[in-house]
Protein backbone atom coordinates (compact mmCIF):
# COMPACT_ATOMS: atom_id res chain seq x y z
CA UNK A 1 0.00 0.00 0.00
CA UNK A 2 1.41 3.28 -0.97
CA UNK A 3 1.49 6.14 2.42
CA UNK A 4 -1.12 8.86 1.83
CA UNK A 5 -0.03 12.12 0.71
CA UNK A 6 1.22 14.26 4.12
CA UNK A 7 0.18 17.74 4.10
CA UNK A 8 2.22 20.34 6.93
CA UNK A 9 -0.16 23.22 7.67
CA UNK A 10 -0.58 25.86 9.88
CA UNK A 11 -4.65 27.02 10.48
CA UNK A 12 -5.49 30.20 9.10
CA UNK A 13 -2.50 30.02 6.43
CA UNK A 14 -2.60 29.52 2.43
CA UNK A 15 -1.83 26.02 2.82
CA UNK A 16 -5.64 26.08 3.37
CA UNK A 17 -5.66 26.16 -0.51
CA UNK A 18 -4.09 22.76 -0.72
CA UNK A 19 -6.08 21.08 1.89
CA UNK A 20 -9.14 22.47 -0.35
CA UNK A 21 -7.71 21.13 -3.47
CA UNK A 22 -7.07 17.80 -1.75
CA UNK A 23 -10.50 17.31 -0.66
CA UNK A 24 -11.86 18.56 -3.87
CA UNK A 25 -9.41 15.91 -5.51
CA UNK A 26 -10.64 12.99 -2.88
CA UNK A 27 -6.94 12.48 -2.26
CA UNK A 28 -5.97 10.36 0.68
CA UNK A 29 -3.83 12.19 2.97
CA UNK A 30 -3.01 12.92 6.03
CA UNK A 31 -2.43 16.35 7.99
CA UNK A 32 0.34 17.21 9.67
CA UNK A 33 -0.18 20.40 12.26
CA UNK A 34 3.00 23.08 12.04
CA UNK A 35 2.26 25.06 15.92
CA UNK A 36 3.10 28.21 15.03
CA UNK A 37 2.50 29.53 18.93
CA UNK A 38 5.76 26.88 19.28
CA UNK A 39 7.63 28.13 16.84
CA UNK A 40 7.91 24.64 15.56
CA UNK A 41 8.45 25.99 11.85
CA UNK A 42 11.56 27.00 12.73
CA UNK A 43 12.83 23.88 14.48
CA UNK A 44 15.36 21.30 13.12
CA UNK A 45 13.23 19.25 12.38
CA UNK A 46 11.11 20.92 10.36
CA UNK A 47 13.69 22.90 8.57
CA UNK A 48 15.40 20.21 7.38
CA UNK A 49 12.00 19.13 5.72
CA UNK A 50 11.70 22.63 4.51
CA UNK A 51 14.63 24.62 4.88
CA UNK A 52 12.41 27.89 4.54
CA UNK A 53 10.68 27.26 7.57
CA UNK A 54 6.88 27.68 6.30
CA UNK A 55 3.84 25.91 5.34
CA UNK A 56 2.41 24.36 3.34
CA UNK A 57 4.87 21.47 2.95
CA UNK A 58 3.60 18.87 0.68
CA UNK A 59 5.39 14.95 1.29
CA UNK A 60 3.89 12.64 -1.77
CA UNK A 61 3.50 8.94 -2.13
CA UNK A 62 6.86 8.09 -3.18
CA UNK A 63 7.85 10.40 0.31
CA UNK A 64 9.06 13.50 -2.64
CA UNK A 65 9.20 16.86 -0.76
CA UNK A 66 7.15 19.28 -2.34
CA UNK A 67 6.73 23.09 -1.40
CA UNK A 68 4.92 26.65 -2.42
CA UNK A 69 1.63 26.90 -2.80
CA UNK A 70 1.41 27.19 -6.88
CA UNK A 71 3.70 23.93 -7.02
CA UNK A 72 1.33 22.24 -5.10
CA UNK A 73 -1.68 23.27 -6.49
CA UNK A 74 -0.58 22.14 -9.80
CA UNK A 75 0.69 18.99 -8.50
CA UNK A 76 -2.53 17.98 -6.66
CA UNK A 77 -4.15 18.61 -10.31
CA UNK A 78 -2.24 16.40 -12.47
CA UNK A 79 -1.94 13.71 -10.00
CA UNK A 80 -5.60 13.59 -9.31
CA UNK A 81 -6.31 14.33 -12.87
CA UNK A 82 -9.75 12.59 -13.02
CA UNK A 83 -10.78 15.39 -10.38
CA UNK A 84 -10.47 17.89 -13.50
CA UNK A 85 -9.52 20.71 -11.26
CA UNK A 86 -7.10 22.54 -14.00
CA UNK A 87 -7.18 23.75 -16.96
CA UNK A 88 -5.58 21.21 -19.76
CA UNK A 89 -5.21 23.18 -22.90
CA UNK A 90 -1.60 25.15 -22.92
CA UNK A 91 -3.53 28.41 -22.40
CA UNK A 92 -5.74 27.68 -19.92
CA UNK A 93 -2.54 25.99 -17.85
CA UNK A 94 -0.52 29.09 -18.31
CA UNK A 95 -3.66 31.65 -17.03
CA UNK A 96 -3.97 29.23 -14.08
CA UNK A 97 -0.28 29.54 -13.39
CA UNK A 98 -0.49 33.56 -14.04
CA UNK A 99 -2.79 33.47 -11.32
CA UNK A 100 -1.22 31.48 -9.04
CA UNK A 101 1.74 33.20 -9.38
CA UNK A 102 -0.09 36.77 -9.01
CA UNK A 103 -1.77 35.06 -5.47
CA UNK A 104 1.61 34.24 -4.43
CA UNK A 105 4.11 36.57 -5.54
CA UNK A 106 1.97 39.79 -5.08
CA UNK A 107 -1.17 39.42 -2.83
CA UNK A 108 0.38 37.16 -0.27
CA UNK A 109 3.36 39.54 -0.11
CA UNK A 110 0.82 42.74 0.43
CA UNK A 111 -0.76 40.70 3.12
CA UNK A 112 2.23 39.14 5.02
CA UNK A 113 3.31 42.80 5.28
CA UNK A 114 0.63 43.00 8.42
CA UNK A 115 1.65 39.68 10.25
CA UNK A 116 4.96 39.16 8.98
CA UNK A 117 6.33 42.96 8.67
CA UNK A 118 9.43 42.69 10.76
CA UNK A 119 10.67 40.36 7.64
CA UNK A 120 11.55 44.06 5.82
CA UNK A 121 12.60 46.40 8.56
CA UNK A 122 13.60 46.29 12.21
CA UNK A 123 12.45 49.88 12.88
CA UNK A 124 9.26 50.08 14.98
CA UNK A 125 8.38 53.20 12.62
CA UNK A 126 8.85 51.39 9.78
CA UNK A 127 6.81 47.89 10.87
CA UNK A 128 4.08 50.26 11.49
CA UNK A 129 4.54 52.38 8.20
CA UNK A 130 4.21 48.97 6.45
CA UNK A 131 1.17 47.28 8.52
CA UNK A 132 -0.67 51.08 7.43
CA UNK A 133 0.12 50.25 4.04
CA UNK A 134 -1.93 47.01 4.11
CA UNK A 135 -5.22 48.10 3.85
CA UNK A 136 -4.57 50.24 0.63
CA UNK A 137 -2.53 47.41 -1.30
CA UNK A 138 -5.08 44.18 -0.86
CA UNK A 139 -7.58 46.99 -2.11
CA UNK A 140 -5.92 47.48 -5.03
CA UNK A 141 -4.99 43.63 -5.59
CA UNK A 142 -8.64 42.34 -5.24
CA UNK A 143 -9.87 45.27 -7.29
CA UNK A 144 -7.48 44.02 -10.22
CA UNK A 145 -8.71 40.43 -9.24
CA UNK A 146 -12.28 41.70 -9.76
CA UNK A 147 -11.71 43.18 -12.98
CA UNK A 148 -9.44 41.40 -14.28
CA UNK A 149 -9.40 37.51 -12.67
CA UNK A 150 -12.21 36.35 -11.86
CA UNK A 151 -13.86 35.26 -14.86
CA UNK A 152 -17.10 33.78 -13.01
CA UNK A 153 -18.62 31.82 -11.89
CA UNK A 154 -15.03 30.62 -10.76
CA UNK A 155 -12.06 32.00 -11.58
CA UNK A 156 -10.94 30.38 -14.61
CA UNK A 157 -14.46 30.57 -15.97
CA UNK A 158 -17.47 27.70 -16.04
CA UNK A 159 -14.91 24.60 -15.03
CA UNK A 160 -14.29 25.06 -10.95
CA UNK A 161 -10.38 24.70 -10.43
CA UNK A 162 -7.76 24.32 -7.56
CA UNK A 163 -7.63 28.33 -8.19
CA UNK A 164 -10.57 29.04 -6.70
CA UNK A 165 -9.63 27.25 -3.21
CA UNK A 166 -6.66 29.48 -3.56
CA UNK A 167 -8.77 32.47 -4.02
CA UNK A 168 -10.87 32.07 -1.06
CA UNK A 169 -7.91 31.66 1.03
CA UNK A 170 -6.47 34.59 0.17
CA UNK A 171 -10.08 36.48 0.40
CA UNK A 172 -10.57 35.10 3.94
CA UNK A 173 -7.73 37.54 5.14
CA UNK A 174 -9.48 40.60 4.00
CA UNK A 175 -11.12 40.88 7.05
CA UNK A 176 -8.52 40.71 9.18
CA UNK A 177 -6.41 43.46 6.65
CA UNK A 178 -9.18 45.91 7.60
CA UNK A 179 -10.60 45.44 3.70
CA UNK A 180 -14.47 45.32 3.29
CA UNK A 181 -15.10 42.28 0.71
CA UNK A 182 -18.07 43.82 -0.07
CA UNK A 183 -16.13 46.54 -2.16
CA UNK A 184 -15.75 43.76 -4.86
CA UNK A 185 -19.57 42.08 -5.53
CA UNK A 186 -17.94 39.18 -7.73
CA UNK A 187 -15.00 38.16 -4.91
CA UNK A 188 -17.92 38.18 -2.45
CA UNK A 189 -20.12 36.49 -4.53
CA UNK A 190 -17.75 33.77 -4.90
CA UNK A 191 -16.41 33.53 -1.32
CA UNK A 192 -19.86 32.57 -0.13
CA UNK A 193 -20.60 30.04 -2.86
CA UNK A 194 -17.06 28.87 -1.75
CA UNK A 195 -17.88 28.69 1.48
CA UNK A 196 -20.94 26.31 1.54
CA UNK A 197 -19.37 23.47 -0.60
CA UNK A 198 -18.70 20.80 1.03
CA UNK A 199 -15.04 20.15 0.37
CA UNK A 200 -14.42 23.44 1.80
CA UNK A 201 -16.42 22.68 5.00
CA UNK A 202 -14.15 19.81 5.36
CA UNK A 203 -10.89 21.54 4.82
CA UNK A 204 -11.95 23.94 7.35
CA UNK A 205 -12.53 21.77 9.97
CA UNK A 206 -10.07 21.31 12.29
N1 LIG B 1 5.68 31.30 -1.17
C1 LIG B 1 5.15 30.39 -0.17
C2 LIG B 1 4.83 31.20 1.06
C3 LIG B 1 4.55 30.30 2.24
C4 LIG B 1 4.34 31.13 3.51
O1 LIG B 1 4.82 32.26 3.65
N2 LIG B 1 3.60 30.54 4.45
C5 LIG B 1 3.35 31.22 5.71
C6 LIG B 1 1.90 30.98 6.14
S1 LIG B 1 0.72 31.68 5.01
C7 LIG B 1 4.26 30.67 6.78
O2 LIG B 1 4.54 29.49 6.79
N3 LIG B 1 4.73 31.54 7.70
C8 LIG B 1 5.52 31.11 8.80
C9 LIG B 1 6.55 32.13 9.18
O3 LIG B 1 6.66 33.17 8.53
O4 LIG B 1 7.24 31.88 10.17
C10 LIG B 1 3.90 29.68 -0.71
O5 LIG B 1 3.21 30.26 -1.55
O6 LIG B 1 3.64 28.54 -0.34
Redesign the pocket.
Known amino acids: MPSPLTLYF?PG??ALAVRIALEEAQAPYQLQRVD?RARQ?QSARYLALNPK????VLVTEEGIVL???PALLAYIAQRFASAQLAPTDAVGFARMQEVHSYL?STV?VAH?HRP?ASRWADEPEAIVAMQTKVPQNMTECFALIERHYLQGPWVLGEAYSVTDGYLFTMASWLESDDVDIGQFPKVQEHFERMAVRSAVQRALAE
Open positions: ATCFQGRVPTETAHAR
